[in-house]
């Protein structure tokens, strides 16, 4: 749009003014064509990454649940070791305080007395049977 003005040079301002305009336009036109192939294969790399970062988390989802299992599974053999030894000390508890009984005259005098296993960490935990 144009105004009406008194200054004799405006035509040749508008003139100029114009050709500027078309300069910075061409320019980024000229900008925005050259940085378009960038800007799709920078689009395309994010989109690569991407990729890489959810299948990283698969990777490690799935490793995690693995390990995960493997613990499990180890939990459940150590639980059932550890009550075979507590059933085993109980049994020899019972036989020493059978024993006990026995020598006192309490409730279980009649039981013949156990023979005291040697001190050792197998004797321990693996008592001799009687007999």
């Keep these: 749009m144009s105004y009406p ?77 550890a009550t075979g030894e507590v059933g085993r000390r109980l049994e020899l508890l019972e036989r020493r305080l059978a024993e006990l009984e026995g020598r006192l005259g309490g409730p279980g005098a009649e039981a013949e007395p156990v023979v005291e296993p040697e001190r050792s960490d197998e004797a321990e935990t693996k008592p001799k049977a009687e007999g």
């Design 5 to 81: 003005t008194d200054d004799p040079h405006h035509e040749h301002g508008d003139a100029a003014e114009s050709g500027v305009a078309d300069a910075v336009r061409a320019a980024v036109e000229r900008t925005m064509r050259a940085t378009a192939g960038s800007a799709a294969s920078t689009r395309g790399r994010a989109g690569e990454l991407v990729d890489e970062v959810v299948r990283r988390g698969r990777d490690a989802r799935d490793e995690l649940a693995r390990r995960g299992q493997e613990a499990g599974v180890e939990l459940a053999r150590r639980g059932q070791e």
